[in-house]
């Protein structure tokens, strides 16, 4: 196996991780950087950073379906999910006492789940984890019956609009008019939607969305939640009065300057890049189907998968191995697994799809973007047959010494 020179650029498939800075907004930050003024202060400076905050917010609020007063800037997709999960469920108990419950999907990011267990322990939330299907969708069908069973004790629904690990793309617009059926309001974790999708908020009927800037070609650590004008929150954030008094702090303008570039630029191309990645994202799994015959697809098929999400297990095999013979190769993607106490564990997200806990270990994501081309794709099938011999050989070898 041939292994890539320690300057050779790597072939950098994840980007569902987080995907290059795009020029538009490299442009706009560094403009922004150059300049002095807090956007709450009320001098020349101040205003003129005020005024690009909002000329921001105005733009993403275009781009996304939303009025500008449902914009919350934040630090990114994590604090948007915290703000609304906990700020909503907060509200609606506030209200009602008896709004205990949280209907959760079993598939969401660790952002959603990791709130909604803090609830449940130091809140005494009850929740109710959705079953998906095979190929990690929420049946609409589903939510009815939990909601039906519940009634007025829901506070909060919170279903991702597409999944991080596997690509499945939510039927948002069913499961948010079930939940309006119940009266319930419906947050969705759309960090991977957006930017990379037709994302309208006003017609989703969403009563809160998280966005987060480097997963579409903006900086690191800034983000929004669009949250309807009707929908109580609680914040969690308290100093200020910033952000409809929801998320108090400085404005970090250079950031959401940025992100507006961003979102602005890659939803002017949103369609013809959409196919472009849907058209390498095949080709890549028809590859690897071809060249490793025994490899399991995981999520859907076609236009219910993100168009740059390609996620595979590999019988046989451990996911590190994989993604260290792979880095070595000088090709980057991820397992899409947690580390917890140097034990790698399955994805929750396979296990709740039914897939075998064991077998899963053995699974990798590849996810393209704007930088991605054939000649990446080509790369990885250079690599890859040989990478996944290594790692089952060493695999059966671990099997072996573990049954003496």
């Known amino acids: 196996m041939t292994f890539a020179s320690s300057t050779a650029t790597p072939v950098y498939l994840d980007h569902a991780a987080t995907t290059p800075m795009v020029p538009a907004a490299i442009e706009a930050m560094t403009g922004i950087c150059a300049t ?62 008896r709004r205990n419950r949280i209907i959760a999907s079993s598939v969401e990011h660790h952002a959603v789940l990791d709130a909604v267990e803090w609830l449940e ?23 009815r019956e939990e909601l ?18 596997i690509g499945t793309i939510m039927p948002i617009r069913e499961l948010t008019e079930v939940a309006r059926e119940f009266g319930v309001p419906i947050h969705s974790d759309a960090v991977q939607a957006a930017g990379h999708m ?23 650590g800034v983000g929004a939640l669009l949250l309807g004008r009707e929908v109580p929150c609680v914040p969690l954030v308290h100093g200020g009065g910033h952000e409809r008094d929801l998320r108090s702090g400085t404005h970090d303008t250079a950031g959401v300057v940025a992100m507006a570039a961003a979102l602005a630029d890659v939803t002017a191309h949103l369609d013809s890049e959409s196919e472009r990645l849907a058209k390498l994202r095949d080709l890549l799994i028809e590859e690897v189907q071809r060249l490793v015959p025994d490899a399991v697809l995981n999520g859907p098929i076609g236009d219910r998968r993100l168009s740059g999400n390609a996620h595979f297990t590999f019988p046989g095999c451990e996911g590190d191995s994989l993604l260290m013979l792979l880095d070595a ?11 917890t106490a140097g034990v790698a564990k399955p994805s929750h997200v396979l296990v709740a799809t039914g897939a075998d806990p064991k077998v ?3 699974s990798l994501r590849f996810s393209l973007g704007h930088t991605s081309t054939e000649d990446d ?3 990885l099938m250079d690599a890859l047959p040989q990478v996944v011999e290594r790692a089952q050989a ?9 049954n003496r």
């Not at 190769?329 to 580390?339: F, H, K, P, V, Y």
Request: hydrophobic share 40%.
């Open 36 to 97: 002095v003024g807090n956007a709450s202060s009320l001098h020349g400076s101040g205003r003129a950073a005020r005024r690009r905050v909002e000329e921001a917010r105005e733009s993403i609020a275009r781009d996304l379906g939303a009025r500008p007063s449902e914009v919350i800037f934040t630090s990114g997709g994590t604090e948007s999910d915290s703000l609304a999960v906990k700020g909503i469920f907060w509200a609606q108990r506030d209200a009602n006492p």
């Open 121 to 143: 322990k130091h809140e005494g939330a009850q929740v109710t984890w959705l079953p998906v299907e095979p190929d990690g969708m929420v049946n609409p069908q589903t939510l």
């Open 148 to 165: 039906a069973a519940y009634g007025d004790d829901v506070a909060l629904v919170t279903i991702m609009w597409a999944n991080n690990e």
């Open 198 to 220: 037709r994302v309208d908020f006003a017609e989703s009927g969403l009563a809160a969305m998280s966005i987060a800037a480097h997963k579409f070609g903006g900086p690191g």
């Open 329 to 339: 190769a000088g090709i980057e993607c991820s397992t899409g697994s947690a580390c």
């Open 360 to 362: 899963s270990r053995g």
């Open 377 to 379: 794709v080509r790369a």
């Open 394 to 402: 060493a695999g059966m070898a671990s099997a072996a010494g573990g």
